[in-house]
């Protein structure tokens, strides 16, 4: 926040999230490890070569890697300490049968879009009260979770994706994003309707609407208000203040320096995730402008869009991490000038449908370690319902660009 008043403060910040990414090297999980090290490897690698071919070093660039995205993933996350079910809802008998499959979708889907991966596990426990989480269940609960990918502005998806392609508009993106989730949802009623019919579901609360509706309406007014402040910025400096009023009008202030001190503390798989990503995005954008790449096609319209789509959903499910996939795709397309939206839909996309079949990605490694149920297996009850969600988006991909 105080690089707003302050821009020369970016390279201290970049500097301490760095310090803090070394400092955790021991600590991080080996996958995270690995997939650090060959981003950063491979990101250096073209970066050297760019510089003997003569091309600027981007050092103010590869200090401040991301470091608006990891600023935004931590305020976001002390949404968390306002979000949580309050204690007559835990109480609240649980719905049944499909008004209880359309409470657990809809509470699921935007009280996931506020607090990510935390509301998946709440809801879970929740659910585990009354019933087993099986493969089936893990599976609904884990898509309705990865949609949001595809419009909340909350995600590290959005985030990422606006740290990769800078020019598109939040607002246009989310306008096509939300109608697909919701599209998406339709297609989970659907689909689990009768399995579901004899089993109680998650109670709809209102914290877990009016949350996400009264964030998201607070960004778009700031953003209209403050064209010129980027919308990461928006979302951290909002989600902030918005906690702390919360937390202060309910006396619980003492709860932000614990979540300091616990959280944020072990986001080192993250950042560290993250800020090797910005310096592979960044090598790899720099041996382009000298070197560039031999693409299949010479024009990205709704076409492309889906081929690329399909590609990586086919990574995902082979286990490639989609924060790797979108750093190699994006400074491959961007050099075709593509419409930015299009391709922002596209990332989105690749996130929320791949992190659900891609079998050792954390939504379904977190499913894993807390119900045993194998995250392969997860992947592959998830592989069809994806299919068709991914024929669903090439056909919005099609409709957004005749009308664009």
């Given at each position: 926040?105080?690089?707003?008043?302050?821009?020369?403060?970016?390279?201290?910040?970049?500097?301490?999230?760095?310090?803090?990414?070394?400092?955790?090297?021991?600590?991080?999980?080996?996958?995270?490890?690995?997939?650090?090290?060959?981003?950063?490897?491979?990101?250096?690698?073209?970066?050297?070569?760019?510089?003997?071919?003569?091309?600027?070093?981007?050092?103010?660039?590869?200090?401040?890697?991301?470091?608006?995205?990891?600023?935004?993933?931590?305020?976001?996350?002390?949404?968390?300490?306002?979000?949580?079910?309050?204690?007559?809802?835990?109480?609240?008998?649980?719905?049944?049968?499909?008004?209880?499959?359309?409470?657990?979708?809809?509470?699921?889907?935007?009280?996931?879009?506020?607090?990510?991966?935390?509301a998946l596990l709440i809801i879970a426990e929740k659910l585990s009260d009354s019933r087993k989480i099986d493969?089936?269940?893990?599976?609904?609960?884990?898509?309705?979770?990865?949609?949001?990918?595809?419009?909340?502005?909350?995600?590290?998806?959005?985030?990422?994706?606006?740290?990769?392609?800078?020019?598109?508009?939040?607002?246009?993106?989310?306008?096509?994003?939300?109608?697909?989730?919701?599209?998406?949802?339709?297609?989970?009623?659907?689909?689990?309707?009768?399995?579901?019919?004899?089993?109680?579901?998650?109670?709809?609360?209102?914290?877990?609407?009016?949350?996400?509706?009264?964030?998201?309406?607070?960004?778009?007014?700031?953003?209209?208000?403050?064209?010129?402040?980027?919308?990461?910025?928006?979302?951290?400096?909002?989600?902030?203040?918005?906690?702390?009023?919360?937390?202060?009008?309910?006396?619980?202030?003492?709860?932000?320096?614990?979540?300091?001190?616990?959280?944020?503390?072990?986001?080192?798989?993250?950042?560290?995730?993250?800020?090797?990503?910005?310096?592979?995005?960044?090598?790899?954008?720099?041996?382009?402008?000298?070197?560039?790449?031999?693409?299949?096609?010479?024009?990205?319209?709704?076409?492309?869009?889906?081929?690329?789509?399909?590609?990586?959903?086919?990574?995902?499910?082979?286990?490639?991490?989609?924060?790797?996939?979108?750093?190699?795709?994006?400074?491959?397309?961007?050099?075709?000038?593509?419409?930015?939206?299009?391709?922002?839909?596209?990332?989105?996309?690749?996130?929320?449908?791949?992190?659900?079949?891609?079998?050792?990605?954390?939504?379904?490694?977190?499913?894993?370690?807390?119900?045993?149920?194998?995250?392969?297996?997860?992947?592959?009850?998830?592989?069809?319902?994806?299919?068709?969600?991914?024929?669903?988006?090439?056909?919005?991909?099609?409709?957004?660009?005749?009308?664009?």
């Amino acid at each position: 926040m105080l690089t707003l008043v302050f821009p020369a403060l970016y390279p201290i910040a970049g500097m301490l999230l760095w310090s803090f990414a070394i400092s955790s090297l021991r600590l991080l999980a080996r996958r995270s490890l690995v997939q650090s090290m060959v981003l950063i490897i491979v990101g250096l690698a073209g970066l050297g070569y760019s510089l003997l071919e003569g091309a600027p070093a981007p050092l103010y660039q590869l200090i401040n890697s991301n470091t608006q995205l990891l600023a935004m993933l931590a305020t976001v996350s002390f949404l968390s300490l306002i979000a949580t079910p309050a204690n007559q809802s835990k109480k609240r008998l649980p719905p049944a049968g499909n008004k209880g499959l359309i409470s657990t979708l809809a509470s699921g889907h935007f009280f996931s879009a506020i607090i990510n991966v935390s509301a998946l596990l709440i809801i879970a426990e929740k659910l585990s009260d009354s019933r087993k989480i099986d493969t089936r269940t893990a599976s609904l609960l884990t898509i309705n979770f990865a949609l949001c990918a595809l419009w909340s502005p909350f995600f590290a998806a959005m985030a990422y994706t606006l740290s990769l392609v800078p020019d598109m508009n939040m607002l246009a993106v989310m306008s096509v994003g939300a109608p697909m989730g919701l599209i998406s949802l339709a297609m989970l009623y659907w689909l689990h309707k009768i399995p579901e019919s004899t089993l109680t579901g998650y109670p709809l609360m209102g914290r877990s609407l009016v949350l996400p509706a009264l964030l998201a309406l607070t960004v778009i007014v700031a953003h209209q208000l403050w064209p010129t402040i980027a919308i990461t910025q928006i979302i951290a400096i909002t989600a902030s203040l918005l906690v702390i009023v919360v937390l202060i009008y309910e006396g619980r202030a003492s709860q932000l320096r614990l979540h300091i001190s616990n959280r944020l503390a072990n986001m080192h798989n993250e950042v560290t995730l993250f800020l090797a990503a910005g310096v592979f995005a960044i090598g790899l954008g720099a041996l382009f402008k000298i070197t560039p790449p031999w693409l299949p096609f010479a024009h990205y319209g709704p076409l492309e869009a889906c081929l690329t789509l399909g590609c990586c959903l086919v990574a995902a499910r082979l286990g490639v991490h989609v924060i790797m996939i979108m750093a190699v795709i994006a400074p491959l397309i961007l050099t075709l000038e593509p419409d930015p939206n299009l391709l922002a839909m596209t990332f989105l996309s690749a996130w929320g449908l791949g992190s659900s079949i891609n079998p050792v990605s954390g939504t379904l490694l977190v499913m894993q370690g807390n119900y045993h149920i194998k995250g392969s297996h997860i992947a592959r009850a998830n592989t069809k319902p994806i299919a068709v969600l991914y024929a669903i988006n090439c056909v919005v991909f099609f409709i957004y660009s005749t009308f664009n």
